[in-house]
Structures are given as C-alpha cells and as structure tokens.
C-alpha cells in the first residue's frame, strides 16, 4: 500500500514557474511508476508525464515537452513535477499516481495509487 500526499500548485501568471511534489508513504516506493495527470471540470483526466523506478526514463505529453520535467527522489520517496514557462491551457487540477510496474503507461487506469489533487492556475 502506497499513501500519495501532493503539494505545490497555486496561481501564477502566463510564463511563471511552479513545482510539484508528491510524497510517497508505505512501502517500496523505489518499485512504483509514478505519473501525474491533469483534468479540468468536463473533461477526461490527461497524462501529462511519468518517470520510471529508478528515474532513469521519462515520458511526457506533446503539449508540455520541452516546458515541464519530472524527476523523483526515492531517497525522500517523493517525486516532482517542475512546470515552467506556463500558459493559461495548463489551468487543471494535478493529480500524481503510482503503480507497480517496469513500463511507463499513460491511461489512468494503470495506476492503483493517486494524490489529493491540487489546483494550478494560470492567468493572462
């Protein structure tokens, strides 16, 4: 069993930076996947990126390559998402995710494990 616990978010203007973080409790963390997702009211929940065990391979969505990088430290068993660069588009609630598993994948389902959520907004 792996409790999630997220932290970060807010409101910031076009172009600024934010950072994640989601702190991982229970056991084995260094075996879980971890992903985050994004979803705004009416809409599908959105893989936004996910990093492997060990942090070695990354995977991200077209919308926020090049702008957002995710990273973990199993050391403090927590992982982050770094947001630069932001645009009024990315406005979402965030959600990380865990799952035992070698492969990264990006359907929600995949993952057995997720954070509270947090709110990130982005204004013109």
Known sequence: QVQLVQSGGGMV???ETL???CAASGRAF????VAWFRQV????????AAISRTGIVTK???????RFTISRDNGKSTVYLQMNSLEPEDT??????????????IAPAA?????QG????VSS
Do not use: M
């Open 13 to 15: 203007q076009v172009g």
């Open 111 to 115: 993952y057995n494990y997720w954070g």
């Open 92 to 105: 979402a609630v965030y959600y990380c995710a865990a799952a035992v598993r070698v492969t990264l994948i």
């Open 19 to 21: 950072k994640l973080s």
């Open 41 to 48: 009211p009416g809409k599908a929940r959105e893989f936004v």
């Open 30 to 33: 260094e075996t879980h996947a």
């Open 118 to 121: 947090t709110q990130v907004t």
């Open 60 to 66: 991200y969505a077209d919308s926020v390559k090049g």
